[in-house]
Each structure stands twice: as structure tokens, then as C-alpha cells.
């Protein structure tokens, strides 16, 4: 019977082989080693959730289950050969397509795991961004970028707008499937029109210069 663990479950390893893949995508773009791409591969396929149990103060969830440490390896050993073929335009194309399916993923999972442990909706909601953000911002910064969520892309606010519409509906309905698929599809349709439109939020002019 497929229940809201199970299920739960299949969307945790499904947004780690995504956002591995969007690791992979990265380092393919900075010629990185084998080496390189495996460890960018992991740090934004876990890293995010890897940060969330921390926070709230529970086992990490991938020493206990090391099966998405081997579903990042498999993941880059079976994308390895594909990369070679992909040339630069398209794949950042991929990359951000990529995140955007991790980021989905990644926040309905870290609100859901919050809320199930008890968590104000506030903390649910941070938990979600946390965890949709975070593999993608270590991913950046070792890739000596800035991360995604400090420029004026719309990404953390659709991390909020999905994990806000996952806690509201899970909460009036106790329906987990339904409120999943809810979370996951919004924060993934803002995310690909933001991509799609071009939206941006507002950024701060350069501060007046005094007089000289």
C-alpha cells in the first residue's frame, strides 16, 4: 500500500537524484574532476536536509539510511557519459530546470518532516526553505558563485509559497498526499514561470555617495 511515508520516502530519493544531477550540471560547467563532480554532486543533494536535521535536532537522515549516498553514486555514474555530450547552453539550461524539481522536492519534504515533529507552522514553513535552499547554496558557493537565493531570482520565494500552501492544507485537511502535491506544484510552477517571465524581485540601488 503506497502511504504518506512511502510515498514521503519516493519524493526524498526522487529530489536527491534531481539535485545530484543539478550538482553534476555545475561542475560539468567548471570542468570539474570525476572527484569534483561526485563531491558536488552530494553536498547539493544532501546538504539541504543535511542542514534541516541539524536544526532540529534529530539524526541525520542519511547515516541511517545510506541508500541516498549510493543513489548519489549511481546517479553519477549513469549521468557521467550523458554529460560528455551536453554542451554549455543547454546545459545550464538542464541546471536550472534540475534545481527547480529539487527545490520543489526538497521543500515539501523538510516542511513535512518539521510538521510531523511537532513544529509551529512558522518553523515548518523555514524548515521547507531550509531544505529546498541549502544544497543549492553550498553547491554555489563552492562553485565560487552567489547563490541563487541571494540574487534577485524568485527562489526562496517560491520555497515559501509552496511549503505555506503544503502547511495550510495539511493542516485543514490531514490530507499528506494532496497537500504534498500542492506544495510540490506551486513552488515548481513559480519557480519555472520565474524562469519562464523572467520575474525578479526588487533589488536595493547603490547607497547615495556622500560629498566629497
Known sequence: MFTPDRLLYALDLFGTVVFAISGL????RL???VFGMLVLAAVTAIGGGTIRDLVLGVPVFWVRQPEYLWSIVL???AALPLLRIVSRHWGFWLLLRADALGLAT???IGASK???????AIVAISMGVLTGVGGGVIRDVFAREIPMVLRKEVYATACIAGAAAFVLLQTAT???????L???ALTLLVRLAALRWNWHLPALGRAPSGPE
Request: proline share 7%; charged share 5%; glycine share 10%.
Open 75 to 77: 546517479t553519477c555514474l
Open 106 to 108: 526538497f521543500t515539501t
Open 114 to 120: 518539521a510538521l510531523a515533529l511537532g513544529a509551529p
Open 182 to 184: 500542492a506544495g510540490f
Open 174 to 180: 490531514g490530507h499528506t498526499p494532496l497537500a504534498m
Open 31 to 33: 570542468q570539474l574532476d
Open 25 to 28: 550540471l555545475q561542475a560539468r
